[in-house]
């Protein structure tokens, strides 16, 4: 692939990272130039690959096998797609592991036949495939490798993976999907009909308080790692984590109503958010 090429396919990243995140944009102008291009191509592809299990036309699974065989390729030295061709010299620079892509494929396609899920162990076993790879590659990028520090990862994308179940309710119910383990239903006395109506009640509430208190302490937990990082790291995993733990806020404070109204973040929110991230500041996670 001839270097025009190459800067076309991280351009073409560029602009999915800048314009599809909802929060935050993807690579802040913290991150050095040579990492950023990297963290956008990363995002392009877990972006990708989400919306071909989410809204492509047709059989998605075969869809997802496509998406497979064209990004094996790039051990071939001949993909085809742009994210993957901006991909391979990402693959290269870093020595990242096929696996950790291979996981998020996967992710989307146990949505296609996976629909819930019984105990919230079962719920982590798909994040550990849906967002932590995430996370991993990204601490590849800037240059960590250490299993401690995985680790930690995984529990603040794993945290920000149930913030986005929480805050999708509805939408996933749209889709035929419920994400809240069938087991926390059941003890809080919730059924998936009471869910198709978008009721809140006394017992919603409780059920979505336990989630979002047992969001915040994986939140807590993956703090520690912050300390782990290269200093110009630090800010966008701040920013992602106040962005997160700033969502679960704007649940309580709409009575956990996720249905009549979403929790988003305003600009201003936003705004705020990136200051605190820039000074050091992360508020304590309630317990």
């Not at 019984?118 to 798909?126: G, I, K, P, S």
């Not at 800037?142 to 995985?150: C, P, Y």
Request: charged share 30%; hydrophobic share 40%; aromatic share 10%.
């Amino acid at each position: 692939m001839t270097t025009a090429h190459a800067e076309a396919a991280f351009r073409a990243c560029e602009k999915i990272a800048r314009t599809h995140y909802e929060n935050f944009t993807v690579g802040s102008f913290l991150l050095p130039r040579g990492a950023k291009k990297h963290v956008h191509a990363l995002y392009a592809f877990a972006r990708a690959t989400d919306d071909i299990g989410d809204e492509s036309e047709g059989d998605r699974v075969a869809n997802l096998d496509a998406w497979e065989e064209d990004f094996r390729r790039i051990r071939q030295g001949d993909p085809r797609h742009p994210i993957h061709a901006a991909l391979a010299e990402t693959i290269a620079t870093f020595d990242l592991p096929d696996e950790l892509f291979l996981n998020l494929i996967e992710a989307n396609r146990i949505d296609q036949r996976r629909t819930r899920y019984e105990t919230f162990q079962d719920l982590l076993q798909y994040c550990e495939h849906s967002a932590n790879p995430c996370g991993r590659l990204v601490l590849f990028v800037f240059g960590v490798r250490d299993l401690e520090s995985q680790r930690l990862s995984d529990f603040t994308c794993t945290a920000l993976q149930l913030v986005n179940f929480w805050q999708d309710i509805a939408i996933d119910w749209t889709k035929g999907r419920v994400y809240i383990p069938q087991e926390d239903l059941r003890r809080f006395g919730v059924s998936e009909a009471e869910l198709g109506r978008g009721d809140v009640n006394d017992r919603f509430i409780s059920l979505m308080k336990f989630e979002c208190d047992r969001t915040r302490d994986f939140f807590r937990r993956g703090l520690a790692l912050l300390d782990r990082l290269p200093s110009k790291a630090r800010f966008d995993v701040r920013l992602f984590s106040l962005g997160g733990m700033r969502v679960l806020d704007l649940i309580e404070r709409n009575g956990y109503d996720v249905f009549r109204k979403r929790p988003r973040i305003s600009t201003g929110g936003k705004a705020w958010l990136a200051f605190r991230s820039l000074v050091g500041g992360l508020p304590r996670p309630k317990r």
